[in-house]
């Protein structure tokens, strides 16, 4: 059973940076595409971006490009989003998600969330 738990959350101020964590077990992912979403207050939740266990590849949303990076780290299982600039229109509880190549998030495993608040 996959297991995913997201750290690093917080307050911020606008223009400041986070690194959000995805600590990932259970599994062998180098069939899985990892990714994160975010659920703004009052907003359904948004794809983030993704990455490719196996190749490394990278998916961003439009809007998160130049401000947002995904990598992860295979010997530690953990997946990162670097956010930087950040604006109080990123605040949200971000989740991590993991899905095998192929397959719909929503039938992948998510994690509980960690809120960022970014403030003005």
């Known amino acids: 059973q996959v297991q995913l738990a997201e750290s690093g959350g917080g307050l911020v101020q606008a223009g400041g940076s986070l690194r959000l964590s995805c600590a990932a077990s259970?599994?062998?992912?180098?069939?899985?595409?990892m990714g994160w979403f975010r659920q703004r207050p009052g907003k359904e939740r948004e794809f983030v971006g993704s990455i490719t266990w196996s190749s490394g590849f990278t998916h961003l949303a439009v809007s998160m490009e130049g401000r947002f990076t995904i990598s992860r780290d295979i010997f530690k299982n953990a997946v990162y989003l670097q956010m930087n600039s950040l604006k109080p229109g990123d605040t949200a509880i971000y989740y991590c998600a993991a899905t095998l190549a192929g397959s719909a998030w929503d039938h992948g495993s998510w994690g509980q969330g960690t809120q960022v608040t970014v403030s003005s």
């Open positions: 259970g599994r062998t992912f180098s069939s899985y595409i």
